[in-house]
């Protein structure tokens, strides 16, 4: 799709082998988490993919490999919406 002029974003929701980010070369120090908890807004975690001007990625975050504490699954939803 990013190939045909499509904008696409990626979004690692893995939170127990994320890899998305290491695929793109990218931090993984914010991410899906970190909006999740309401640590950071959507606009922060989208990272740009580097020679791929419509690619940008979405990491898991930091930290949560045994999953989410709970949390409203609204939120989630929200930011997959």
Known sequence: MAQAGARVIAV????????LHDF????????FTSVVL???P?????????????????ASGPGRRYGLPRTDPALALD???
């Open 12 to 19: 690692d929701c893995d939170l127990r082998r994320p890899r």
């Open 42 to 58: 959507l606009s922060d975690v989208v990272q740009a993919v580097p020679g791929h001007a419509n690619r940008r990625v979405v």
């Open 24 to 31: 793109f070369d990218l931090s993984n120090e914010v991410g």
């Open 38 to 40: 309401g640590l950071a």
């Open 79 to 81: 930011l997959l919406g």
